[in-house]
């Protein structure tokens, strides 16, 4: 199987049946499954795409308009990932595996939260250079006491569905890695609370207890990511079609677009534009419902 579309979110049987005529009405022969169960609070419908030709890129943006004017993610794959079979998923940290930008919050102890956070968001965004807005920031942090950072991780909340998902991954023997933008200190700590399989984030120069308002060893930007993706699946000897990248940044997307499934969680406008699968309707765990599984199968793995 080669291409598919699903859509998450709250939709009717009746729904269902006008997309199904948008597809035909674009020459689009296809089946439908069911994902998700009755009693899910979200609904999820895959259609498996039988026509052997069609313009990828005018779908995908004609499925984004669609998500945007619904409420209701239409993500188009073109290419299969098989979960029952072992690969190799990396993640974003900060706004996707937790609820947070961590250089944001050290800048809340700081005393400098809105300044530092405007310009974070700008470089999310794609506004600005993300490596020369990393120096910025953190230099603003220089002095700030390193006995703040244990009560920030206390903080931070995990993103939904970030413990089935992993469960799931790891259950089928796949090599997990978090490749961020932020620091060791908090990816550590995410990579063992989920028995993730490595890290690759950027290093505080912290002396005599306190941020330097430097870093230690080479930034992690965007084209550090993909270039560690390629690194972490030559290593580990896996087909690229067995590849998963999640993130939510403009930082990201060169990792998602090398991936076989590249998945933009809860992300800017230019990002979800970009991005080949993005998605805003459920957290992680969504991740399960665009590799084919069930509601019936993630709960039997998950209990």
């Known amino acids: 199987m080669s291409a598919s579309i699903t859509l998450i979110g709250a939709f009717s049987s009746e729904y269902l049946e006008q997309f199904q005529t948008w597809l035909s009405d674009r020459q689009l022969t296809a089946n439908v499954r069911v994902l998700s169960s009755e009693e899910d609070d979200i609904s999820v419908a895959q259609w498996q795409i039988m026509s052997p030709v069609f313009d990828h890129n005018e779908i995908r943006a004609d499925l984004l308009k669609l998500a945007d004017h619904t409420g209701i993610d239409h993500i188009l794959q073109t290419q299969w990932v098989d979960i029952h079979k072992a690969g190799v ?27 530092i956070a405007a310009v974070t ?31 920030v991780y206390q903080r931070i909340e995990p993103m939904e569905g970030i413990a089935c998902l992993m469960k799931v991954l790891n259950h089928f ?97 230019m990002v979800r534009e970009q991005a080949p699968c993005p998605m805003n309707q459920l957290g992680l765990d969504g991740i399960l419902y665009l590799l084919g599984m069930t509601s019936a199968e993630i709960c039997e793995i998950n209990d």
């Open 89 to 115: 998923a990396v993640f974003d940290m900060d706004s996707t595996l937790i609820k947070a930008e961590v250089m944001d919050e050290l800048a809340v102890e700081a005393g400098i939260g809105e300044q």
């Open 121 to 151: 968001a700008s470089a999310m965004r794609g506004e600005i250079d993300f490596v020369e807005s990393f120096v910025q920031r953190l230099a603003l942090l220089d002095g700030l006491s390193s006995e703040v950072m244990d009560g």
């Open 173 to 269: 023997g796949w090599h997990t890695a978090i490749l961020s933008g932020g620091f060791t200190y908090f990816a550590d700590r995410v990579k063992d609370a989920y028995k993730m399989s490595e890290v690759h984030a950027n290093v505080l120069e912290i002396i005599d207890g306190k941020l330097t308002g430097k870093h230690l060893g080479d930034i992690v930007d965007g084209p550090r990511k993909q270039l560690l993706l390629e690194n972490i699946v030559a290593q580990q000897q896996v087909d690229w079609s067995q590849t998963i990248a999640c993130g939510d940044g403009a930082n990201d997307l060169l990792m998602l677009n090398k991936a076989a499934l590249g998945v933009a969680l809860h992300a800017k406008p």
